[in-house]
């Protein structure tokens, strides 16, 4: 008997050293990702059931060894032309992935959990079950009609992101296109209809996501919006000139108004490297090409192997991001805003990924690089969601008030 009691301190005392994991006065906090993608066929090709293993950066097994407890999975739609066609591809588009989400949820119902509140998230989390939250990346797949932002709340969405790269119906964004004929930024923020969005989202009470919008969108949705805000997944631009980072004004202003800017952990945005840019687009480029297609379509082409080698080759010759490339963007908007207005964002399956925290699996690095840097256990619970979630029920009690 004695032997089995000390062997199982033994293993206790070395899961938690593996776990990396020593909190001193309270359970682990709760840990969401605000941002992760999912491809075209995602559950509906084998290769893409997230039940098994899988060449995703984020499935239940990673999610399950890594720590990671929620993830907000994103109903991305590439922008296209505003035009009846143009919605009506974007609706299909958006609905094909709700129905994926779904069929994740029907297939692993001891694993994954929907969550549509925060308390959902909780109580998912002392049930030992991971949850999936809904975001929408892109309003564009509303289809330019009101009632699609009550049908997606409906399936669950809990968070509106208003636009992604290429001016919208709702907004302009921060990375004009040319191909779709964008005029240059300029100080034209929300349109009319963008509007109307963030203030049935405030009536819903669903979260409104300024990431991809441009500044005067940020500012122009500060102004409308009765409920704070979040950016799901952005960086700092004082520490890096790039048009998708926010400034400090913008930090300081979303953390005014109560909300919470979720710090990405994505390459371009993290550190300027104009020799891996040019070599990640010529890969593009011979991908496309070799799959018979015009231009580089990260959903169809992401996972084909000439471009999972290619990018092996690029990352050899340029290395990513570390993680404390990416925690000095956390310390630099805590520093700006105070450690009630930051939160943690992979963007992992849309490009989002770093040494370190290269996949789910490696959550827990993000926690160790966090400590490292001197952030408390307080501290880290909060960026790690503790912020998120309060920001979520600020949202949902202000809607209930205006209902
Ligand atoms: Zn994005």
């Not at 119902?109 to 002392?126: E, F, H, S």
């Not at 631009?237 to 400090?248: E, G, K, T, V």
């Given at each position: 008997m004695k032997t089995r009691r000390l062997s199982s301190t033994a293993l206790t005392l070395a899961l938690t050293l593996w776990a990396g994991a020593a909190w001193a006065q309270q359970d682990p906090p709760i840990t969401i990702d605000t941002h992760v993608d999912i491809p075209l066929a995602y559950m509906r090709e084998a290769r893409f059931d997230v039940g098994k293993d899988t060449p995703l950066r984020v499935d239940l097994g990673k999610m399950e060894r890594g720590g990671l407890n929620a993830a907000f999975f994103v109903i991305y739609v590439e922008q296209?032309?505003?035009?009846?066609?143009?919605?009506?591809?974007?609706?299909?588009?958006?609905?094909?992935?709700?129905?994926?989400?779904?069929?994740?949820?029907?297939?692993?119902?001891?694993?994954?959990?929907?969550?549509?509140?925060?308390?959902?998230?909780?109580?998912?989390?002392?049930?030992?079950?991971?949850?999936?939250?809904?975001?929408?990346?892109?309003?564009?797949?509303?289809?330019?009609?009101?009632?699609?932002?009550?049908?997606?709340?409906?399936?669950?969405?809990?968070?509106?992101?208003?636009?992604?790269?290429?001016?919208?119906?709702?907004?302009?964004?921060?990375?004009?296109?040319?191909?779709?004929?964008?005029?240059?930024?300029?100080?034209?923020?929300?349109?009319?209809?963008?509007?109307?969005?963030?203030?049935?989202?405030?009536?819903?009470?669903?979260?409104?996501?300024?990431?991809?919008?441009?500044?005067?969108?940020?500012?122009?949705?500060?102004?409308?919006?009765?409920?704070?805000?979040?950016?799901?997944?952005?960086?700092?631009?004082?520490?890096?000139?790039?048009?998708?980072?926010?400034?400090?004004?913008?930090?300081?202003?979303?953390?005014?108004?109560?909300g919470v800017v979720q710090a990405v952990a994505y390459k371009g945005f993290l550190k300027l490297d104009p020799g891996r840019e040019l070599a990640e687009k010529a890969l593009q480029a011979q991908v496309a090409k070799q799959a018979g297609d015009k231009t580089y379509d990260s959903e169809k082409h992401d996972f084909l192997p000439a471009y999972v080698e290619g990018m092996r080759r690029i990352d050899a010759a340029f290395p990513l991001p570390t993680l404390d490339d990416y925690v000095a963007h956390i310390r630099h908007m805590v520093d700006v805003t105070g450690i009630d207005h930051v939160g943690i964002a992979s963007d992992f399956d849309g490009g989002g990924g770093i040494d370190g925290w290269q996949n789910a699996s490696e959550t827990r690095n993000v926690t160790a690089a966090l400590r490292r840097h001197g952030f408390s256990d307080n501290d880290i619970a909060k960026l790690w969601g503790g912020n998120l979630l309060r920001v979520w029920r600020a949202v949902e009690q202000d809607a209930d008030a205006h209902r």
């Open positions: 296209g032309p505003l035009t009846a066609e143009g919605y009506a591809h974007a609706v299909a588009q958006a609905k094909q992935k709700y129905d994926d989400i779904d069929l994740m949820l029907k297939r692993y119902p001891q694993r994954i959990r929907l969550a549509t509140t925060p308390d959902q998230v909780m109580a998912n989390r002392k049930a030992g079950k991971l949850s999936a939250m809904i975001g929408i990346e892109n309003g564009y797949s509303l289809g330019h009609d009101l009632k699609n932002l009550d049908a997606a709340f409906a399936r669950g969405a809990r968070y509106i992101g208003l636009a992604h790269v290429g001016h919208n119906d709702l907004c302009t964004s921060s990375m004009p296109t040319a191909d779709l004929g964008d005029p240059p930024l300029s100080d034209a923020g929300l349109s009319a209809f963008g509007r109307s969005v963030v203030e049935r989202a405030n009536q819903l009470g669903m979260m409104v996501d300024i990431s991809h919008s441009s500044d005067a969108c940020v500012r122009d949705v500060l102004q409308v919006s009765k409920a704070p805000i979040i950016a799901s997944h952005s960086a700092a631009h004082a520490l890096i000139n790039h048009p998708r980072n926010l400034p400090d004004d913008l930090l300081r202003a979303i953390a005014a108004k109560g």
